[in-house]
């Protein structure tokens, strides 16, 4: 599955996109963050506030219990502040 | 209609291209952002340089094309227009252009704000600060959620 970063999520992780093959373990939403989380200190540092990231699946806004699915486009980003 | 483009826009002509040959249209609102030169919540003498606009490219549209398919169920409108800039802007320039058309003036009143507060809490846009050298991502605010709030009860 593909994962897009946005804003600081995007810089405190250093990437903007990859492609991941996440273990089993990751069903959903919820359990990618976890495993994300354990991929280094920028990935822990960027999305240890739920309050302040937001997931987009297939660019539909989603919440962290949402399935995931083989091809899916995975996007987290802070809350936006455009306008 | 939605546009996501880098270089400025011509408010008068994209008025009259919105407005044109369309004689039902008695009122139109129209919404224009503007970069500020001071942060909202520093304190005074932190001048913003300039800020970059970052965006999600795809899902931003799918965003604004469901933002103005909302407004057009919810009042009568005759036209719509929503142009967002994105990339580096400097104080003064102009970020985004929202504007609604109707019949009467309270329609077009509504939807254009309606259009701008949901816009700003949904469509996935970032705004980067540069200050004195330093580049601050802008944080996301209070009040913005609760003017997007006010329109999931109130219908138009």
């Keep these: 599955m593909k994962i897009l ?13 990859e492609d991941v093959d996440p273990p089993a373990t990751v069903t959903d939403v919820a359990s990618l963050i976890a495993w ?3 991929r280094g200190s920028g990935f822990a540092d960027a999305l240890k506030d739920p309050r302040v990231v937001r997931v987009a699946v297939n660019q539909e806004y989603v919440k962290t219990n949402h399935p995931l699915r083989a091809g899916d486009e995975i996007a987290l980003f802070p809350p936006v502040t455009g306008g | 209609m939605i546009r996501i483009q880098r270089e400025d826009f011509d408010v008068g002509a994209e008025l009259a291209a919105l407005t044109k040959d369309n004689p ?13 030169d001071v942060a909202g919540d520093q304190p005074a003498g932190q001048k913003v340089r300039a800020i970059s606009l970052e965006h999600y490219p795809g899902m931003t549209e799918k965003k604004l094309a469901e933002i103005e398919a909302e407004a057009q169920k919810r009042w009568p409108l005759e036209a719509t227009l929503i142009i967002h800039r994105i990339g580096e802007l400097e104080p003064a320039d102009r970020i985004v252009l929202v504007a609604a058309a109707s019949s009467h003036r309270d329609a077009a009143f509504e939807a254009c704000r309606f259009l701008i507060d949901w816009l700003k809490t949904k469509a996935p846009f970032w705004k980067m600060e540069d200050k004195a050298g330093a580049q601050v991502w802008v944080e996301s605010r209070d009040s913005d ?3 997007a709030a006010r329109w999931n009860t109130k219908r138009g």
């Design chain 1, 5 to 17: 970063y946005f804003a600081w999520i995007k810089t405190k992780i250093g990437i903007a996109n």
């Design chain 1, 36 to 38: 994300l989380k354990t």
């Design chain 2, 24 to 36: 039902k249209i008695g009122g139109l609102a129209v919404f224009v952002g503007l970069v500020r």
């Design chain 2, 145 to 147: 959620d609760l003017a």
